[in-house]
């Protein structure tokens, strides 16, 4: 038999809800409330903050201290919450116009604070409440009230916002995958800092009817084409893929100090192999050939460093030349070249 | 002990003394001292807690967040800052957060004057947010009356729950006076409000009835919400009917200013009465009619272009002559000069 108790977390004396049938809110909310009941999260320990759209309405309908911020602050009010008072699990449930666009920069600044909420971001790809307008992360082509010869513009890949540095937590999921769907919310919850999961969700009636799907199931098998489920953790997600990408934070780095105290004693200028012009011409890089430059002197193996080489060489980046000259144009000091091991003499 | 202490400084002291815990702000002249103070107070204080946010808007709904979480919260901003925190004020204002907004007033409109002082926030102050809302805002003229009337903004934000304003101007902000702020008496309002994390409440922007239900097409239960409201600003605001009356024998008029134009007005007490409001919203109708009705000339001297002296008018029903001190020039011989011009006109 099903477990039916995640209801105690719904305001049930509120139903019917606000969204149309077939929308896919109604699962998100659902299947948080699942989790969260079997996680032994409830009123006393959690409270739930929602913006403004269909998806904002989430919270109002659970059963929890709920706050419905005003348009694209609910990460901010969020964060606030979790500062105040750490003990209490802080659970956001909003839309993606609500936290991609009129809240993008609360999402930059909250993922990059590292606050220690969990965002469920029912991503429909379309501003619905207000009758089906383009919205951040509404595909390019897609024809919608703002774009009735299609979408002008990329959308935003929150997966690549959300991952660029650890740590992170970003999970992609629908809300036609169930299982997986379930699985990254739990993950998510559990999660130590930002968490963010992106849930792909239909719009039936706003998107999807004008999109030319009948009902909401054939924009769930749309879903299922588009996208295929990557098993185990990575780093980052392509955007046909769900899972989950996640990373610690890397330890700190040894400060400058620190290396120099380790660095040791240079080799004498005489000892070294002498390099005449010529000689260093065949240090270009070329045939899979080590690069070597030479400045004020010394010739250095710059071999290691990818802006010497192919498509991210730059300009005055040459391989197997004296670069003496160069470097009071460069936008930077030597300090970068003098950093490459130094492997001979300018004859 | 007696030490030399800034109207920001003052300000700031009077919030933690208030029991204030948390601060959320953005730098902006001329409160960033009080954002700075913040973040120094919260290394040594980790029950004291702070954001330096991404913008304005993000510091105002942290404050009224962390408020409705159980923090006495408080933000300081200026003009510019203040016009991204009135969406923020109104959803504070309808959720019930006890809170305080610090408004030192510049030159405006838009980046305007920075380090210039002003008084031309007032319209945005009493009516910045949509809709209607009544805040309640105290402007001091002294480093001491800062601290004083930041405690007086907490305990009124307690009584009313609602963000109340604690204005400035970037002198006062910036004015540093000899002062015992430690052996200052004040009485602190306890947080009544249950904070979050106890009950499954609804606290919405979106109109509502008593149980938290959203309501949005029921106008009977809008304005029982909007007459609640506005009697609770009013009952709390008549519990700080805050003003000082400098009456003078055989004066030639009565002079009105606040803030920093107060204390320059000060210079001119022996020919002239002056009034001087703290409680600058809700406006002092009761006391303004009481206090002008036995003079024929009224001048209020302020830093815009009459935005308080349109609220005298309404207050007591007949024209006053407007001194405005525009772009920060409050120079005494300019306003002597100006009040002269208009005591020989024929003008209110």
Redesign the interface.
């Known amino acids: 038999m099903i477990d039916r108790s995640y209801k105690e977390l719904i305001k049930m004396r509120r139903y019917p809800t606000t969204w149309c049938p077939g929308c896919g809110i109604g699962a998100v909310m659902k299947n948080v409330d699942m989790v969260l009941r079997e996680l032994g999260w409830n009123h006393r320990n959690t409270a739930v903050v929602s913006g403004i759209g269909c998806s904002g309405r989430m919270a109002s309908y659970m059963n929890f201290d709920a706050l419905h911020t005003p348009h694209g602050r609910a990460l901010t009010a969020a964060e606030a919450i979790k500062t105040v008072r750490p003990e209490l699990n802080v659970v956001v449930l909003s839309g993606d116009g609500d936290l991609a666009s009129i809240g993008g920069n609360h999402l930059l600044h909250t993922s990059r604070r590292n606050a220690n909420i969990t965002v469920f971001c029912n991503d429909n790809e379309i501003y619905g409440l207000t009758g089906g307008q383009a919205g951040p992360t509404t595909p390019k082509g897609t024809k919608t009230l703002t774009s009735v010869r299609g979408e002008l513009y990329r959308p935003l890949r929150l997966g690549r916002i959300l991952t660029q540095e650890p740590p992170y937590f970003y999970a992609r999921t629908t809300v036609y995958h169930l299982n997986h769907f379930q699985a990254c919310i739990r993950e998510a919850l559990r999660w130590e800092g930002f968490s963010f999961v992106d849930i792909i969700s239909d719009c039936i009636e706003l998107n999807g009817r004008r999109l030319g799907f009948k009902t909401a199931h054939q924009m769930f098998k749309w879903f299922d084409e588009r996208f295929h489920v990557v098993e185990g953790v990575m780093d980052h997600l392509k955007e046909d893929e769900l899972g989950i990408a996640k990373a610690e934070t890397i330890a700190e780095q040894p400060s400058r100090a620190m290396e120099k105290e380790e660095a040791k004693p240079e080799p004498s200028l005489e000892t070294l192999k002498p390099f005449t012009p010529e000689d260093l011409k065949a240090f270009d890089g070329a045939d899979g050939r080590p690069i070597y430059v030479g400045y004020k002197g010394k010739v250095y193996d710059v071999t290691s460093s990818p802006l010497f080489q192919g498509e991210n060489r730059m300009r005055c980046h040459l391989g197997g030349k004296d670069l003496t000259k160069m470097m009071s144009a460069a936008p930077h000091g030597e300090e970068l070249i003098l950093k490459f091991p130094w492997v001979g003499r300018l004859a | 002990m007696k030490r030399l202490v800034s109207g920001n400084e003052a300000m700031f002291e009077g919030a933690i003394r208030a029991g204030a815990?948390?601060f959320?702000g953005y730098p902006i002249s001329p409160t960033s001292e009080i954002l700075q103070q913040a973040a120094v107070y919260a290394e040594d204080h980790p029950e004291f807690?702070f954001?330096q946010?991404?913008?304005e808007?993000?510091a105002a709904?942290?404050?009224?967040?962390?408020s409705?979480?159980?923090?006495k919260?408080f933000t300081a901003t200026s003009g510019p800052g203040f016009s991204l925190m009135q969406?923020?004020i109104?959803?504070g204002h309808v959720?019930e957060a006890p809170c305080v907004f610090v408004n030192a007033m510049r030159v405006g409109p838009s980046t305007g004057m920075p380090t210039q002082p002003a008084q031309s926030d007032l319209l945005q102050i009493n009516g910045g947010t949509a809709g209607d809302t009544y805040p309640i805002a105290f402007y001091p003229n002294s480093v001491a009356e800062c601290f004083r009337l930041a405690v007086t903004a907490f305990n009124a934000a307690e009584a009313s729950v609602s963000p109340v304003l604690l204005l400035s101007d970037a002198f006062l902000s910036h004015f540093y006076e000899l002062v015992d702020l430690e052996g200052m008496e004040v009485t602190v309002a306890p947080r009544t409000k249950e904070?979050?994390?106890?009950?499954?409440?609804?606290?919405?922007?979106?109109s509502h009835d008593k149980m938290g239900?959203?309501r949005t097409s029921h106008p009977e239960i809008y304005g029982e919400w909007l007459a609640e409201m506005k009697a609770r600003h009013g009952q709390v605001a008549d519990q700080y009917p805050l003003y000082e009356y400098l009456p003078q024998k055989g004066a030639k008029a009565l002079l009105i200013g606040f803030g920093i134009t107060s204390r320059i007005l000060l210079s001119l007490r022996d020919q002239f009465s002056i009034f001087r409001p703290v409680r600058i919203f809700p406006v002092l109708e009761k006391e303004l009619r009481e206090v002008t009705a036995s003079y024929s000339k009224v001048i209020v001297v302020e830093g815009s272009d009459g935005q308080y002296a349109s609220w005298v008018e309404r207050a007591i029903g007949r024209r006053v002559s407007k001194v405005p001190c525009l772009g920060g020039g409050f120079k005494l011989r300019w306003i002597r000069s100006q009040i002269e011009e208009r005591l020989r006109g024929d003008g209110p």
């Open positions: 815990t948390y959320a807690r954001l946010a991404e913008d808007i993000a709904i942290a404050v009224i967040s962390a409705l979480a159980g923090a919260a969406e923020a109104g959803w959720v904070p979050l994390g106890k009950g499954q409440r609804l606290f919405t922007g979106i239900n959203t």
